[in-house]
Every structure is written in structure tokens, then in C-alpha cells.
């Protein structure tokens, strides 16, 4: 789910048009949203290829629900009418069927009867109505009756927001709404479909070649539509089109091959009587959108699509359906080789031997919903089939469970058969047990690890579904299997044999299943100034899902590692170090970006550049200059624009290594279904006002000490965090408290100690862990070293707390003090904090079912934002602000609708969770 945001008007695009350009569309994108996309080229690849094989779970239709408001004059006249909106809305689901979306009214029709915004304005009108009449979480949808005047001041047909916008909007003149075609290229925009002549509006020349060598990752990353270099010229002052629609130009590419753009493409500068066509690409692109970055869109009016199921059921060849859809009103049945049917339930089809995709389409008033089935109408003599089901990746120790099914059961009045284990090291056989219709006249044994038998007689012979299961496997994966291992129907030593009703044999033949241990990756990295000298103390985040899992700390070589990584996750790791602002930031800094601005001596490389850009980063200037005298001087303790460092991943390829602040360039690892293992997950590390190079690359700490925890806080549940050491070595002594809110963690125990500090119940004092303290202290004779980040000890809790309340630990001086001895010296250290919010079992999402507040300006660009609030709803508890690590930063106790102050908030992507009784709701709140 993802909240709706209100933008400044300044804030609102970056594709706005030229004034002396006029297309019938201005596309809206901020950098967000852009850099979001580009990171999810490869993933939309991916997606296109396995949705156009029909690998993607395209069988369910995904119902988009829309909220139209339509402008009328102020006496209700001249707008768009109820029968018009909904033929509009019916030609959209034409189009985007093959995409699988489905569109449908989460509510009435809005009218907003107003002469003030009849011909509307985007700027200023867009911030007049819409924070008053925006539904959250659906595809708003806006029909001004009469001129629609874009942010560049051009009269323009529409414009739309994409994917990971501040918007859910689309905005459609009233005589464009019923053209054909620009609503649906306005939804084309919504759901990332970019114009076929690339991601600019006017007056850039698309970079895609004609040949179509980089259709991938230039114009519309869209490959099967042709290179476009603008079918209304590049200053959109003149179409490139016939009436009677041939192509008219004749632009080059950079190749100097001639353009042969698709004139009938929906999402081109065509003419609008051309437009007619959407191709399959484009159709998957939006699939995989609507999945991703549009999933959360839902309509909370109590409304419900219709859920589409039947059954089949196959007697001599011919198929009877029994349609089973929960609230559903009409049918639509698509039968493969036989006609398609419009009604409740078809009559029986006879079927030739084969398969065949039947698929059963229901909609109502809420939406539509798809089931589809394999029917397959065996040979006569094909004979008994009998499968093993595929186990789940499975861990060593644990039980298993493997379904046996088959098919063409027909008039069988016996069989008889063996399964193998092919692999005992694996797993052994630990028990066979038959499904309740097969009970009588059965019996199983298990001959030894690897060997079972199945035995059914009885007295009359019965028939059964394809897919029924006959009977279940018991397996037990034995401790350090590393491997798979076939599961196999055989003829050892119980021969393979049934009979049908007359006596007669049948043919028996079986499918093998498999057993797979569940694999681990690791992933390694090395974090290093430009020079090669490794950075030590830098934080390392690991996410999956949306939360981070895991915790790293270079160490004093600046390498970090990640082990025992579940595969086939998606992963993200992201560095972080903010400590000491002035460490080697010094006058030398300040003269080198001098002889640079003046080209006396420009630096070289964009790394330097990039350390200098120390306020409003985009461009190396006078402002950083002043920024870093103001540090020297202590004017200032830090920049409040940057953290003290900053990361690029060291692969990355800068467009222009003379202006690498201009672009957004990678400060974080994607990683899309880990394999194996990656062992060179590197950053360069650039320290933040020190071009010379000169910061010292190790931590000033000489020992650290960190919380981290592999699950999550849920209400109400167990809950534990791990105490690890980092540079741990030849230790004699140590010392330190631990504290936390009371109120919201309950202290349960101390496991887990480590083996090589012996450590037992009287190195702590539990007797105030009901004050949220817990002192520990640790001597020994023999100097003690530990591997980095080896769990010292575990602290066991459960959640008190309410969802959304933050949850966190920290070292602390009361009541025991900070003391650390090695044999040489006593030492310093530097501690790390865990903070969180309490979730509950779904995880970290609104908790009520209406969202009640809206936040607005989003992005913030002047450091205040306004929380309105849209319906009644009870006194606000809190309001409080997280980063990405979900470590809290701001908070207003007794606050109120109104302003607040972001103060020296960096710029960045936070959480802001606002709480009442009734439940918290949470957004994604943007600072510039």
C-alpha cells in the first residue's frame, strides 16, 4: 500500500514542456520516480519475457479501482456525463486486457461543480482541488470540461503520473476523454509506459538506435516497438504524420540510419485518429507495474471483486464444468479449441486426446477476476499415472511430506508399486499413509531408508478425478545433507501393476519427484577511498523484502561479509558512516576547490568532486566552499545536507566524470535472485569535504560493540537481540549496560554466550531489568580475541509495545561505566544502537483501514510540511519520523493538525507515522 502526496507546484515535474511546445501530452516525472525505474530495468525485462511466455501469474486479473472527478461549471452543466465516463472506462479495458488489468469504479462519480476550475489550470489549480477531493490508495482520474493548461502553460489534451510518483493522478480534458485513445495513453504513463520517443516530451532527439542494439535501456526500454524520434518534431510544433498516417520525416539516428517509427502506437506524438495499437511489450511492461510499484491500490469503500473457480470433471472425453465463483455476476469462458461461452456454465465439450487452457473470467460491479485450469483428456490406453509432488526447500531435521497423485483412475479395481529414495544420505523414508478413500483394501510398508511398497485391492472398481491424491510420503532430510534427491515410482521389489473393472491389465507408469536442501550464499565486499586504502567502521545494511535482516562493520581493511544468505532472495545493501564531519577536513580542501572552480587545477576522477559537493549536492560551487570554511572554523559541527560520508558503488560508470553530482548515481547494491555466492560487492567511500585525502580511513575506536537482530518486533511475540563484538582482540577485561524502554520490551532472558568468554549468569545483574537495565562485566586471565561479529551473548524479549511504537536498545553508562582492557592498554570504543517499530504480523503498513491524515507539501523543500486531516477521526497520540533504518530521528508528543518543522533533517526518503486510537498510518515522506 502506498499513501497519496501532495507537491509544491515547483516540486511537480521534470519533464515539464517547453512554451513554444505543444503535444497533446506532458508526461509527469519527478527523479524519484525516475531513478526507481531505472533501477527496475532489468526486473521489467525479466517480467516481459516470462508474462509473454505466460510464466507470470497473469491468470489473475488484477483489478485496478478508479475514482473519477468530474469538473462541470458551477450550475452542473457542460462536463463530462455518467454514460460517457463509463464507455471511456469500458474502451479502457479493452485495451489493457491483454495486460490484465481491469478498471472499475471504486466510487460514484465525483462532480466538482466549479466555474473557477472549468478550464483548469495545473498551476495553480492541481493544488486547489485535488488535496480536497483525492481518494487514496486508487487511480484518480480528473475530466476538466474545458481547456486543460499544462505547468508549461501549453492547452494540451492530458498528463499523468508514473509509477513511484507523489500522485495517483491522471488529468483528461473533457473532448479528449471520448477521442479513443488519450485516456488510454494517459494510463499507459500511470503504469510506466514511457512516449515510444523516449522519457523527454520536446527537444531531445531519442537515444535508441533504429537497428534496435540498446532497445533495452534506451527510448522506451520497449523492444518490439521501433526506434521514434518524435512524431511531432522535435520542437512538437508540427506532426510527422499524414493524414492518411505514413510517417512524413526523415531524422537520422546517431548511427546515421533513417527512423521508421510505429505510427499507430498509442503511446507516440501520432495523430490521434492513427493511434490504435499497444504492443505486447508494452501490454507486459504495465503487468509487471501494476504488480510492483502499483500494488498497493485497493478500494476501502467494502467492496469486492469476484472470486472465479470451477471444476471439471472428465468421463469418456467429454468435459462437464461446474462453475464455483464466489459473487459473480457475469461469465466470460474462454475454452481453447471449442467456442467461448457468455454465461453461468457451458455445456459439456468432447475434447480430443491433449490439454487444453480453459479459463473462466467473472466480473461485478468491483471488478473481475480469472481462473484458468489445465483439462487434460488422456489417450485411451495411456494407462495409470501415478506423480510425486516436489518438497519445498527444506532444512536438515526436518519433516517432509510428499503428496502422491494420479491420473486416469478410471473403472481401476486394483494397483500395486514401489518408491525409491534415490539418495538415502539425503533423507529416509519414515512412513506411507494412505488418504481416507483409499483406506480400505490398503496396505503400505517401508522396507528399509530408501524402500517402500503400496498395495490397493478393491471390491468394486472406482473411478477418481485427475489430481486426486492417493496417498502420502513421510521423509525425514538428515543432518549435513547438502544435496538432492529423487524421489522415485518403481517396480523394485513390488512390480508396477493395476487392473481395471473387467480383470484386465493396465499400464502403470510413475513420476519422479525431487527433494532439495534449501541453499545458502554468501556476499562479500570491500569498501575503499579512490586510492585502494580500505575504510574500517563503516556500517553495512542488509535488506530483503523492505526490512533490513542483517548488520555489518568493515573492518579495518574495509572488507564486510554476509553469510548463510537464504538464495533466491532479492537483496539491497547499503553503507553508512556518519561520525566525525571534521576528520581531514582542512584548509588544503578548501584551497584545492578554489584552483578547481577557477580551472586553475580542475581535479580529476569524479570521486574528489563528489567529496567537495557538501551542500545541496548537484554541483560543485561557492556555497561548498563556504560549507567547509564554516566546519573548519566551528561555525557549524556538520553538513546539513550530507552525511560525513558518502558511498557509489564501485562498478558504476559515470555519464560525466566532471559533473558526477549532477546524476543520481548508485549509493546502494541491488542484488535480484541471489545464485551463489558474490565476493565483490564493492564501494568506493568518499569522506565528505576532503578532496586532498587526508581523513584517517579507520574508526577511531579501538572495539565496538553492536545490537542487531534477524527478526522483526512483533506485538506480542518473542523478540531477541544479539550483542556482537568487532575488533574483540587479546581482551582481558570489559564492561558496560545495556538499556531500554520497559513499557515496551519485557526482559526474558540471556542465552547464547559465547564459548570463548566463558561467561555465566554472575557477569550480570538482573536486577533491574524491570527498569530497563541490564550491567554486564567480564574478566579473564588469558587475553581473549573474537571474530568479528561473533554474538557475545543474546538478550531474549517480548514485544509490550504497541504497533507502530519504537522500539530500542542501547549502551549505556547506568548504572555500570564504559571500561575495556587488552594487555597492553586500556582501550576505547565506539557502540552502535537498535532501533525499530513494532509491527504487527503483517509487517509495517497502515493499520487502519481508511487513512484519516493528509501530508502535503510531499516532497518538503522548505523544511515544513502541513498534516491535514480529512475525516473525523479521534485526537492525534503521535507523530513521529524514522529513516529507512527505522531509527527514530523527530517526534511531537501532543501534536496537533497543522505545520511542523523538519529542522536540520538531511535530505532523504523517512517514514512518518502518525498514531490515534483508532491505529497508526504510515507515509513515505520525501525531504529536498
Known sequence: MRPDFFLLLACLLSLTLDAQSTPDCAATQDEYSRSQMTELRQRAREHTQTFQAGAEDGASIINVPVQVHIIRRSDGSDGMTVEEWEAALGNANDYYAEADLYFFDCNPPNFIDNDAYFDFEANPDQGNIMPFNQVADVMNVYVPGGELISFGGNSICGYAYFPYSSFDVIVTKYDCMVNGTTFVHEIGHFFGLYHTHGTTDCGELTDELVNGSNCANAGDEVCDTPADPNLRGLGCDVFLVSEDCNYLGDTLDANGEAFDPDVNNIMSYSRKEC???????????????????????????????????????????????????????EYNWVLDIAPPYTGETPEPVAYPPGAYEVCLTAENECGANQHCQTVLVPENNEGLVFSLGEAECIEAGEPVNIPIVFENFGDVLNF?????????????????????????????????????????DS??????????????????????????????????????????????????????????????????????????????????????????????????????????????????????????????????????????????????????????????????????????????????????????????????????????????????????????????????????????????????????????????????????????????????????????????????????????????????????????????????VMPTTLTDSTVMFRMNFTISAAAGDSIGLCFTEQPTSFYFENE???????????????????????????????????????????????????????????????????????????????????????????????GIQVERLVVE
Open 275 to 329: 493511434r490504435t495499437y499497444l504492443s505486447p511489450e508494452q501490454y507486459a511492461r504495465a503487468n509487471f507495474y501494476a504488480v510492483t510499484a502499483r500494488d498497493y491500490l485497493i478500494c476501502s469503500n467494502g467492496c469486492t471483486a469476484p472470486e472465479a473457480q470451477f471444476t471439471y470433471e472428465l468421463i469418456d472425453g467429454v468435459v462437464a464444468f461446474t462453475n464455483q465463483t464466489i459473487a459473480g455476476n
Open 416 to 456: 500395486q508399486f514401489s518408491v525409491t529414495v534415490e539418495k538415502p544420505s539425503v533423507a529416509r523414508l519414515t512412513g506411507i499413509t494412505f488418504e481416507t478413500d483409499f483406506i480400505a483394501g490398503s496396505a503400505a510398508a517401508v522396507i528399509n531408508d530408501s524402500t517402500g511398497t503400496l498395495i490397493w
Open 459 to 780: 471390491n468394486e472398481p472406482a473411478s477418481f478425478l485427475d489430481g486426486t491424491v492417493v496417498a502420502h510420503l513421510s521423509l525425514e532430510v538428515l543432518p549435513g545433507a547438502n544435496d538432492s534427491s529423487l524421489i522415485m515410482i518403481t517396480d523394485e521389489p513390488t512390480d508396477a501393476y493395476a487392473e481395471d473393472g473387467e480383470g484386465e491389465a493396465i499400464a502403470v507408469s510413475g513420476n519422479d519427484g525431487q527433494l532439495s536442501r534449501c541453499r545458502f550464499a554468501m556476499m562479500s565486499g570491500k569498501i575503499s577511498r579512490a586510492d585502494g586504502a580500505g575504510v574500517a567502521g563503516v556500517d553495512v545494511f542488509l535488506f530483503s523484502g523492505g526490512e533490513m535482516i542483517e548488520q555489518a562493520m568493515t573492518d579495518a581493511a574495509g572488507n564486510y561479509d554476509f553469510q548463510q544468505l537464504p538464495t533466491q532472495a532479492d537483496y539491497l545493501i547499503t553503507p553508512d558512516r556518519n561520525d566525525n564531519y571534521l576528520n581531514g577536513v582542512n584548509a588544503g580542501d578548501l584551497s584545492r576547490i578554489q584552483q578547481h572552480l577557477l580551472s586553475v587545477s580542475p581535479m580529476t576522477g569524479p570521486y574528489p568532486i563528489i567529496a567537495g559537493d557538501v551542500s545541496e549536492p548537484g554541483s560543485l560551487n561557492s556555497g561548498d566552499l563556504s560549507r567547509i570554511r564554516q566546519l573548519i572554523l566551528g561555525d557549524i559541527t556538520a553538513f546539513s545536507d550530507v552525511d560525513s560520508w558518502r558511498f557509489v558503488r564501485a562498478d558504476h560508470v559515470f555519464a560525466d566524470e566532471d559533473e558526477p553530482t549532477a546524476e543520481n548515481f548508485p549509493e546502494a547494491i541491488s542484488v535480484d535472485s541471489l545464485e551463489d555466492d558474490l565476493l565483490n560487492v564493492d564501494f568506493v567511500a568518499m569522506k565528505m569535504g576532503d578532496v586532498n585525502n587526508t581523513a584517517s580511513n579507520e574508526s577511531e575506536s579501538e572495539v565496538t560493540f553492536l545490537l542487531n537482530s534477524e527478526g522483526l518486533p512483533v506485538v506480542g511475540e518473542a523478540f531477541s537481540v544479539d550483542v556482537r563484538a568487532v575488533d574483540f582482540e587479546n581482551m582481558l577485561a570489559g564492561q558496560f549496560s545495556i538499556g531500554w524502554d520497559s513499557s515496551r520490551l519485557s526482559f526474558v532472558s540471556v542465552t547464547d554466550f559465547a564459548p570463548a568468554l566463558n561467561l555465566a549468569a554472575t557477569n550480570f545483574s538482573f536486577a533491574q531489568t524491570q527498569n530497563g537495565r541490564l550491567p554486564w562485566v567480564w574478566f579473564t
Open 824 to 918: 597492553e592498554e586500556e582501550l576505547s570504543a565506539t557502540f552502535g544502537k537498535y532501533a525499530s517499530t513494532a509491527l504487527l504480523d503483517s509487517g509495517l503498513r497502515r493499520l487502519n483501514n481508511q487513512d484519516r491524515y493528509t501530508v502535503f507539501p510531499n516532497p518538503v523543500s522548505a523544511g515544513v510540511f502541513h498534516l491535514g486531516q480529512e475525516r473525523v477521526a479521534p485526537s492525534l497520540e503521535s507523530l513521529r519520523i524514522f529513516d529507512l533504518h527505522a531509527r527514530l530521528l523527530l517526534s511531537w508528543d501532543e501534536p496537533a493538525p497543522g505545520s511542523y518543522q523538519l529542522g536540520n533533517l538531511p535530505a532523504g526518503v523517512y517514514q512518518l507515522v502518525i498514531q490515534d486510537a483508532d
